[in-house]
Nanobody, 122 residues
Framework: QLVESGGGLVQAGGSLRLSCEAS????????MGWFRQAPGKEREFVAA????????DYADSVKGRFTISRDNIKNTVYLQMNSLKPEDTAVYYC?????????????????WGQGTQVTVSS
């Protein structure tokens, strides 16, 4: 089970930190990712992190502004979002992929959270 939190309404230029707590599995055996879906658009990759060594990858649209991290003791993955833009507005989803290797595509992920809304006003 994956439970996201931390979404909300923020002005452009502001920051938010999303959290995703996992339960029921050996957390470090899973690569973790964040995806987002805006109204009328397909779900898209935002950021990912592998299981143990902290290797990360980001969508070009968020590089330099977002940071993904994980705490394998707390079974939690985070997405720190800075310099937010109105185009970042979407429902953000946390996902877990069996196996520690980093993944960037939706079909590679086995488990999904319920999503948390992020709204950035201009």
């Amino acid at each position: 089970q994956l439970v996201e939190s931390g979404g909300g309404l923020v002005q452009a230029g502001g920051s938010l930190r999303l959290s995703c707590e996992a339960s029921g599995r050996t957390f470090s055996n899973y690569a973790m990712g964040w995806f987002r879906q805006a109204p009328g658009k397909e779900r898209e990759f935002v950021a990912a992190i592998n299981g143990n060594f902290g290797r990360t990858d980001y969508a070009d649209s968020v590089k330099g502004r977002f940071t993904i991290s994980r705490d394998n003791i707390k079974n939690t993955v985070y997405l720190q979002m800075n310099s937010l833009k109105p185009e970042d507005t979407a429902v953000y989803y946390c996902a877990a992929a069996s196996g520690a290797m980093l993944r960037t595509t939706t079909y590679a992920y086995d488990y999904w959270g319920q999503g948390t809304q992020v709204t950035v006003s201009s």
